[in-house]
């Protein structure tokens, strides 16, 4: 199971962010192999990683740590691929924050989960998972986040005070008054969760692009898209990605990944026998596929990457690396990191 990806046209945001604040970013694309031909792909991905360092690269560069936020303000429906078209038609402010986190796997997966959009005592909450522990590597990725769904109501709505709070799980950076630069509404940093709060007024506000029979259209495509996407998954690869977003500080079992589904233990089970495999052995390789994506490809500490594959110690994961790969996780780093170099 791999970390996961995100279409191309979120690196085309990003040069497009450095292009704004003053950098040339095409040294850095052409380290990462990302020419004209991939960049004009519709299909093409990026490795959540090699983006990840990606962006880095950009803001060490040309020291702009506030990447992220100047990616947030330059979004548009097209950066969000159909997901973000389908919004930008939908009737009502509380329809395009459906329509775009319903159809994100389009563009984007990551293992440790997806955008939500709920309702709390009648306020609106985009929701964007948890990628901690922060760090230079992933700080931009929320302020792009947030900032996108920020810019992305303004433009439906076409108004500035849609949004009430923003909420950001890290503790404030310092490039701290950048973000009043950029937002004008109240930013909570510490906070539970990384989250866009929309005022309860604001969710029946009509788009300022709506259009039924465009919208109606768009939305039978995606949905279509999204079909074909999941009907390409094997049983097995339904169940690890339910496991991925669980494994944060414990173990789930077979209940805590049938409650995800919606689905009931002895369906899980009879399932995955007929693909002859056990839920046992999915967890187990889950695991370890993303043991392995963690060490050759971020820069997390052994402890952290224990924590986030559920391991009760650093210890315990160290002797299931080794078992897994026959080399201990740091030995196996070095050796990854050689080999790219």
């Known amino acids: 199971m791999k970390l996961g990806d995100i279409s191309v ?3 085309e945001l990003m040069g497009q962010a450095v292009e704004s ?3 040339n970013p095409a ?3 052409e380290q990462y192999q990302l020419d004209a031909t991939k960049l004009n792909s519709p299909d093409a991905r990026i490795s959540i990683p090699r983006f990840m360092r990606l962006g880095h690269a950009c803001i060490e560069a040309y020291d702009i740590p506030w990447l992220g936020l100047e990616m947030g303000r330059l979004t548009t429906p097209g950066h ?4 973000g078209l389908v919004a930008q038609t939908a009737p009502d402010i509380k329809t395009a924050c459906r329509s775009i986190a319903e159809f994100e796997l389009l563009s984007s997966f990551n293992a440790r989960g997806r955008t939500q959009f709920l309702i709390e005592q009648g306020e609106g909450i985009a929701h964007f998972y948890s990628i901690s522990p922060y760090n230079a590597f992933n700080l931009f990725v929320v302020d792009s986040v947030l900032g996108g769904w920020v810019k992305m109501l303004q433009w439906i709505s076409g108004r500035t005070d849609v949004i009430k709070r923003l909420q950001f799980e890290f503790k404030a950076p310092d490039y701290l008054d950048y973000y009043a630069q950029y937002f004008n509404c109240d930013i909570e940093f510490g906070a539970e969760r990384n989250a866009v709060v929309i005022h309860d007024w604001a969710l029946g506000l009509p788009s300022v692009h709506r259009c039924a029979s465009t919208h109606h259209g768009l939305k039978q495509l995606a949905e279509r898209e999204l079909e074909r996407v999941r009907l390409g998954l094997s049983f097995r690869e339904v169940i690890e990605r339910a496991i991925g977003p669980l494994l944060k500080g414990k173990t ?3 209940e805590d990944v049938s409650h995800r589904l919606n689905m009931a233990p002895w369906t899980i089970r009879r399932r995955l026998n007929a693909e002859k495999i056990s839920f046992q052995q999915v967890m187990n390789d889950t695991r370890r596929d993303l043991a392995v994506s963690y060490v050759r490809d971020t820069s997390l500490t052994l402890g952290e990457i224990a924590y986030l594959l559920g391991f009760g110690s650093t ?3 160290q002797r299931a690396f080794k078992r897994w790969t026959g080399q201990a996780p740091g030995r196996f ?3 990854s990191r050689n080999r790219s170099q």
């Open 9 to 11: 046209c979120v690196v």
């Open 21 to 23: 604040l003053g950098g």
């Open 27 to 29: 040294f850095e694309f």
């Open 80 to 83: 969000q691929g159909l997901a």
């Open 252 to 254: 789930p079992t077979l």
């Open 315 to 317: 210890a315990a994961f």
């Open 333 to 335: 780093r070095d050796i």
